[in-house]
């Protein structure tokens, strides 16, 4: 059991550019989230699934979007990368929306220039 | 909306002393309340959860309870060991905002031999 995993491990990015952080999991939950992580701020739900083929807004949806794949798979894409963006990313996943505990990967950590 | 506040870090402690971090938050309705805890290059992971007031979670020697009079639900552990060094989020949640989780700024531990 690999848990929550998310490719690539870091990343450097110049404005403008466009990238997709991937984010899998085989815990067979239905609900998956993408966070961001700043400094003295803690982390902020940018999307979430609550389940296979449905997703919402969370706090900071702005500059991106999301697919979810399949039940194991939830990505992450940025159009169009602002320096506003470096950030480190989490992915997270939980038995059902609502849920208490959510699962989280290892991060992403995302430099723009 | 909901908000989570944490006492500022970082804290350093030596071996074997006594850690309390503070954590207030400000919610409408009947949050659950969460620790968990970031170790170095890793993702979150739940340490220990509340889901109403007068709880108390405990988990690997820290405890928290939840205090509705004081909105408020503090880690404390007894002995710190070096292996306990890492950043520690509260949390809350609640179904009236969709059972997110909404995090506090997060607070660095460092314990030294």
């Known amino acids: 059991n690999a848990g929550v995993t998310q490719t690539p491990k870091f990343q450097v990015l110049k404005t403008g550019q466009s990238m997709t952080l991937q984010c899998a999991q085989d815990?067979?939950?239905?609900?998956m989230y993408w966070y961001r992580q700043d400094p003295g701020m803690g982390l902020r739900l940018i999307y979430y699934?609550?389940?296979?083929?449905?997703?919402d807004k969370g706090e900071v949806p702005n500059g991106y979007n999301v697919s979810r794949l399949n039940k194991r798979e939830f990505s992450l894409r940025l159009e169009s990368a602002a320096p506003s963006q470096t950030s480190v990313y989490f992915c997270?996943?939980?038995?059902?929306?609502?849920?208490?505990?959510?699962?989280f990967g290892p991060g992403t950590r995302l430099t723009v220039t | 909306g909901d908000s989570v506040t944490q006492m500022e870090g970082p804290v350093t402690l030596s071996e074997e002393a006594f850690l309390t971090i503070n954590c207030t938050y400000t919610?409408?309705?009947?949050?659950?309340l969460f620790w968990y805890v970031q170790y170095p290059g890793e993702g979150l992971q739940l340490l220990l959860k509340a889901t109403k007031a007068d709880d108390k979670g405990s988990n690997k020697g820290f405890e928290a309870t939840y205090r509705k009079e004081t909105t408020s639900f503090h880690l404390e552990k007894g002995s710190v060991q070096v292996s306990d060094s890492a950043v520690y989020f509260c949390?809350?949640?609640?179904?009236?905002?969709?059972?997110?989780?909404?995090f506090g700024e997060g607070t660095q531990l460092t314990v030294n031999p």
């Open positions: 949390a809350l949640s609640q179904e009236t905002s969709g059972s997110r989780l909404t």
């Open positions: 919610a409408t309705g009947y949050p659950s």
């Open positions: 815990m067979n939950h239905n609900s």
């Open positions: 997270a996943s939980s038995v059902v929306f609502g849920a208490y505990e959510q699962y």
């Open positions: 699934s609550a389940s296979e083929g449905t997703t």
